[in-house]
């Protein structure tokens, strides 16, 4: 059974910046695909960023496009995801996840993921 855990949230005013973390247990975290999904109250959890296993390639969604930049460790089984010119609608819980295959068919939906964290809370205020 694979654990994650999120870290990093808080409160922020616009225009600031944060840095999310993700740990994850376990040996084979190389191999990993991970994902930042995030939900904000009220609404459908949506995807946010990915990287592949190797960290060589990254997707993301249009709205952190140029603001957000996803990154890993294999060393340290971290995922991160820096979070810079923050926005107010960026407030929302957000969460780490595990996905098997790198492939845009997969990426976008939250139901491929595995294993998720139990998020942490962003807030931006204007």
């Known amino acids: 059974q694979v654990q994650l855990v999120e870290s990093g949230g808080g409160l922020v005013q616009a225009g600031g910046s944060l840095r999310l973390s993700c740990a994850a247990s376990?040996?084979?975290?190389?191999?990993?695909?991970m994902g930042w999904f995030r939900q904000a109250s009220g609404k459908e959890r949506e995807f946010v960023a990915v990287i592949n296993w190797s960290g060589t390639s990254t997707y993301y969604a249009d709205s952190v496009k140029g603001r957000f930049t996803i990154s890993r460790d294999n060393a340290k089984n971290t995922v991160y995801l820096q979070m810079n010119s923050l926005k107010p609608e960026d407030t929302a819980v957000y969460y780490c996840?595990?996905?098997?295959?790198?492939?845009?068919?997969?990426?976008?939906?939250?139901?491929?993921?595995?294993?998720w964290g139990q998020g942490t809370q962003v807030t931006v205020s204007s």
């Open positions: 996840a595990i996905d098997r295959i790198f492939s845009s068919a997969r990426y976008l939906r939250a139901e491929t993921y595995d294993y």
């Open positions: 376990g040996r084979t975290f190389s191999t990993y695909v």
